[in-house]
């Protein structure tokens, strides 16, 4: 099993005729991914062809839902047509929504998941790499070759650590790893995926990976103690951020105390959570875990 994404997932890609979206759907195929279609109003009835397979273009997520039973969308599209796209999903009542943009306004963000939301889209994103199930989809921009299948589960708000993660446990594997994006506004949290993964039968360790700025962690943390009986295994980026900084993501800003590396480390610790101080110290602290 795995969570949110499995080889039987039916992939649109909004965006797809796009450098970006090319690009990716390309390496999306190459994964295994079933991309069923693209999306651009423009070019309604082409079709693309990726090396030995022809992807066709639909004119809307309604269209390419009703000709293939998509369940799944990737969002390549520019900032300043993000909102209409993830809103045109969800008028499609596509189950779940992967948002790769970056730059989107927090204004647009918070309409569109709030309207995703009344209608029963999950999103995952924005800003953020997607999600893959190693040997099974991937839908997103993670590298499909660093890691294998396995037993552990990983979340993070960070796409680079995401990757740092899957490589230094590659010999362990992972049953699916979701990059949820580091905006201030977001769609599936830390505590959407810890759920998911105590839920699997196939995830025997949880990774979460996070950073300064906002209470997620901390919040995450509360969660693990109150409902999570696997083992959990963290990693928080951002101890030596000078306080008050933006530090790469839109999300990572400290005020005072709050938000700081040192009080996630606490709050998970105080739940019982593992904290790495680095990602290879964090990967050795897994490996300790699941040897014992």
Known sequence: MAIYLTKESKVLVQGMTGAEGMKHTRRMLAAGTNVVGGVNPRKAGRSVDFDDRAVPVFGSVAEGIAATGADVTVVFVPPVFAKAAVTEAADAGI????????????????????????????????????????????????????????????VSKSGTLTYQLMYELRDIGFSTCVGIGGDPVIGT????????????????????????????????????????TKPVVAYIAGFTAPE????????????????????????LEAAGVRVGSTPTETARLVLDRLAQ
């Open 95 to 154: 189950p779940l929504a992967v948002v790769i943009t970056e730059g989107i306004p927090v204004h647009d963000a918070v309409t569109f998941h709030a309207y995703a939301a009344a209608k029963g889209t999950r999103i995952i994103g924005p800003n953020c790499p997607g999600l893959i199930t190693p040997g099974q989809s991937n839908a997103g921009i993670i590298p499909a070759d660093i890691t294998k299948a396995g037993r552990i589960g990983l």
């Open 189 to 228: 949290t830390h505590i959407d995926c810890l759920a998911a993964f105590q839920d699997d039968p196939d995830t025997d360790l949880i990774v979460l990976i996070g950073e300064i700025g906002g209470d997620a962690e901390e919040r995450a943390a509360a969660y693990v103690r109150d409902h999570v």
């Open 244 to 267: 008050g900084k933006t530090m790469g993501h839109a999300g990572a800003i400290v005020s005072g105390s709050s938000g700081t590396a040192q009080a996630k480390k606490e709050a």
